[in-house]
T-cell receptor, first 113, second 112 residues
Framework: ELKVEQNPLFLSMQEGKNYTIYCNYS?????LYWYRQDPGKSLESLFV?????AVKQEGRLMASLDTKARLSTLHITAAVHDLSATYFC?????????????FGKGTLLTVNP | SAVISQKPSRDICQRGTSLTIQCQVD?????MFWYRQQPGQSLTLIAT?????????ESGFVIDKFPISRPNLTFSTLTVSNMSPEDSSIYLC?????????FGPGTRLLVL
């Protein structure tokens, strides 16, 4: 059974600081997703990582995937208040493209002024 | 991207009753999925709905409790049957398109 572990689960940051959220998973997969969820809202797709070594960046967020280590990271650069949300990683359990996702528990990020 | 709508957006139901949730996508997709997000928790896949075949359920979810219909390539329904307070959750449909999985706005269900 695929297990997806995120850490930390809670993260309180000051504006302007950098931090990394980690996502470990237990079985082989070449497909990993990062989502953002604001309170009371649905999930917004941030990144799709499709191969070993994939790196994607959008604004202050950068995601990477190391399939050998079964690890993905979401790096936050110079955090701003607008980044406050819950961030989920999700892994395609087939390792391929059946889109059946197993989610981590989420990281609740709070960025303080 | 994909534009997904769900109805109802929220509901309060009595235990023992059933609720049918509708999911509409802006264009045809092969696979649609239903997820549950219990309060303060992560998402769990309930089932995969493919047009023209029976839905495929994940471990811990059964058809009698969560019957699913998929009458065409843009629409699906999920019924939560014989509800109990433990069914209080957000139910989200999602679709796969262009290597990404998109989620609908969710249906917030409270069972009293």
């Amino acid at each position: 059974e695929l297990k997806v572990e995120q850490n930390p689960l809670f993260l309180s940051m000051q504006e302007g600081k950098n931090y990394t959220i980690y996502c470990n998973y237990s079985t082989t997969s070449d497909r990993l997703y990062w989502y953002r969820q604001d309170p009371g809202k649905s999930l917004e797709s941030l990144f799709v990582l499709l191969s070993n070594g994939a790196v994607k960046q959008e604004g202050r967020l950068m995601a990477s995937l190391d399939t050998k280590a079964r690890l993905s990271t979401l790096h936050i650069t110079a955090a701003v208040h607008d980044l406050s949300a819950t961030y989920f990683c999700a892994v395609d359990r087939s390792g391929g493209s059946n889109y059946k996702l197993t989610f981590g528990k989420g990281t609740l990020l709070t960025v303080n002024p | 991207s994909a534009v997904i709508s769900q109805k109802p957006s929220r509901d309060i139901c009595q235990r023992g009753t059933s609720l049918t949730i509708q999911c509409q996508v802006d264009s045809q997709v092969t696979m649609m999925f239903w997820y549950r997000q219990q309060p303060g928790q992560s998402l769990t896949l309930i089932a995969t709905a493919n047009q023209g075949s029976e839905a495929t359920y994940e471990s811990g979810f059964v058809i009698d409790k969560f019957p699913i219909s998929r009458p065409n390539l843009t629409f699906s329904t999920l019924t939560v049957s014989n509800m109990s307070p433990e069914d209080s959750s957000i139910y989200l449909c999602s679709v796969a398109r262009s290597e990404t999985q998109y989620f609908g706005p969710g249906t917030r269900l409270l069972v009293l």
